[in-house]
């Protein structure tokens, strides 16, 4: 009963065929013995000595050895295929038995194959076939996973096309679509990681919300007037000015659209540093300019010091090069001058020996 809770026939049938084979002639003997006691010693036929007994402690032995033979079996198939096995975990978790039926039931035949070949002892065959298995498997697991966790969100994205959001905000959303085929590569590199993955689905989400948002606001901005989108504008300048009134800045209303919004937030950003909202003053500004007047001139002093101190070291190694050149050249003078001196002695001895003797006077 364990083995076949355990799956031991699927990776060695024939040996548990004969093990059951064996386990049910015992029974048979066994039935005999609860009939007639005495049988246990009876001989099972006239030419054979073997008591009945004898012959199902026999058979019970030869079951017991096909049983251990099938459980090595399927132990050596659960060292080899423990990642194919988990794999199917995984294609189960992501519904791909359900959503990709062929695709799982050609993989499972596939498994099935490479089973056989461990069942019959040719486990060498079985790790060669391998590989191939866990790849196909690991591409239906991206398929599957990605439509487990992205096939609404494609739908609505879809759908949104040929919406409002197609027709009014395309640049949105086209970053809506940019942010779900990123979805779509954090489950190819690694379906199993699920925070990444549902990280990557609300940033999409969030793209495709705000894709719909700039679309109703672009259909009533098309639909409008220009009389009717001067009292939008006025309008939304004034919740503006709300905000600068709460916020504790300056009245900006005075400035374009944008310049006012850019103004706000250094306004918010100034409160959030803990320094006064509003716009900068006169004094702040000539402060300002005073402090980078400042800084530029210490930058120039510190320019001409780097220039006077660089000029000053390349004037010494001049002066060193010049030094070396003069005793250089001191030195080849003399040794020249004394070249000079050695050649008027000799011509001088050469001359003194040339020179005839004096006659004596008569």
Sequence with gaps: AKAQADHVETYAPDQMAQARSALA?????AERFQADPDNVNKSISLFFGDSMGGQALSLLAQANEALSRAE???RQADSIFAEANENFTWLKKFQAPVHFRY?????????KSLVEYVADGRSDKAVQGLPRLLQRQQALEIAA???F?????????????????????????????????????????????????????????FSLAIASAVAADMQKLVNMDRQSMERWLI????????????????DVRDQELMTQVDLLTAAAQHNKDGQPAGRPTAQKAESELVAEAEKGAVKE????????????????????????????LEAKVKALTEQLQ???????????????AAEPEL
């Design 301 to 328: 002093v510190d320019k001409n010091t780097d220039k006077g101190t660089a000029n000053q070291a390349a004037t010494e190694e001049i002066n060193q090069r010049v030094a070396e050149l003069e005793q250089s």
């Design 25 to 29: 002639e015992a029974r048979r003997y």
């Design 149 to 205: 966790y992205l096939y609404e969100l494609s739908r609505q994205v879809e759908w949104h096309e040929h919406a409002l959001v197609g027709r009014y905000a395309a640049l949105s959303y086209s970053n809506a679509l940019g942010a779900l085929n990123k979805a779509n590569r954090v489950v190819a590199q690694n379906s199993r990681d699920e925070a990444a993955i549902l990280a990557a689905k609300r940033e999409a989400e």
């Design 72 to 74: 090595a079996n399927k």
């Design 235 to 250: 309008l939304l300048t004034t919740k503006l000015h709300t905000m600068a009134g709460a916020i504790g800045a300056d």
């Design 145 to 147: 996973a990605q439509r």
């Design 103 to 111: 695709e799982y039931q050609e993989l499972e035949r596939a498994q």
């Design 342 to 356: 050695a050649i008027q002695a000799a011509n001088q001895r050469a001359e003194a020996q040339a020179e005839p």
